[in-house]
């Protein structure tokens, strides 16, 4: 594939807002041009339940078991690898994710920071907050938490915080992308151009400051001037995103700034 023909972040039925069989995701990347697919579904939490969010604990040796016979299946044709999509929720489930990583049960996690666990249960940073600058503030905390735990290959949607800004970019968002720009930098922490807004909503004009989505410009822009590790992610949901994804717009998003994605990671190694 021109460009780059490896892709860490695609997701499974289980998580409950994705479609298809396993092995169709391995087919149609394989078509698509893709050398490398990385499975990293919504994890899979003990005691913890979030339909149509993330698959429940009884689905994980499911899923570890369908994709590690997927790896043998297509060994030598294409190079598939197993991990999560993960938050960061506090040190008592990252002892959770400790195991999974020291245990070889998966290879790596990416960070997806989508909520905040409190009291015992999930929370979207736009609950119970007086105003969206508050959920901006936690994203910000719990993501960054995350980078400095070592944990994390790299970070997905990094600029998923534009959700909770009032329609429009603020200082506060300008030093938050400071902060995970240089963290990212300092940390070789890869950030990912996440491709989920362009395969889900073609018709938006990706790369147009008026364009108030992820992957947004301003805050790439300050990736490019910081100097951060970045790489592309086709955040696959269905099998046929392979067929349909918008790769010649990623591209030329990243050309256009000079971005210079990643073409493949690293596993960071756990004992």
Not at 123 to 149: C, F, P
Request: proline share 4%.
């Amino acid at each position: 594939m021109k460009g780059f023909d490896a892709n860490y972040h695609s997701h499974t039925v289980r998580c409950g807002h994705a479609t298809g069989r396993d092995e169709d995701y391995v087919k149609e990347a394989m078509k698509a041009g893709f050398k490398v697919l990385g499975f990293s579904d919504h994890i899979m939490l003990p005691n913890i339940n979030q339909p149509r969010i993330r698959g429940a604990y009884f689905l994980l040796d499911g899923y570890l078991s369908s994709v590690n016979e997927l790896k043998q299946k297509y060994a030598g044709r294409i190079e598939i690898h197993l991990g999560f999509e993960a938050e960061w929720l506090g040190e008592g489930l990252a002892e959770y994710y400790r195991h999974l990583l020291t245990s070889k049960k998966i290879e790596y996690l990416i960070l997806g920071q989508h909520c905040r666990y409190r009291n015992g249960g999930l929370h979207w940073y736009d609950e119970d907050v007086v105003s969206l600058k508050e959920a901006v503030d936690h994203y910000g905390e719990d993501l960054l938490t995350g980078m400095r735990s070592g944990l994390f290959t790299y970070v997905c949607h990094p600029d998923l915080f534009l959700r909770w800004l009032p329609g429009e970019w603020t200082e506060q968002a300008e030093e938050l992308s400071r902060r995970i720009a240089q963290e990212a930098k300092e940390r070789n922490l890869p950030l990912e151009i996440n491709m989920g807004m362009m395969n889900f909503h073609p018709e938006r004009n990706i790369g147009d400051p008026d364009c108030f989505c992820y992957p947004y410009i301003r805050f790439w822009e300050i990736v490019k001037e910081v100097g951060a590790p970045a790489i592309i992610g086709v955040d696959a949901h269905t099998p046929d995103t392979y067929r349909y994804a918008e790769y010649g717009k990623v591209l030329d998003f990243a050309r256009k700034l000079g971005i210079k994605p990643l073409k493949r990671v690293d596993f960071p190694h756990f004992e």
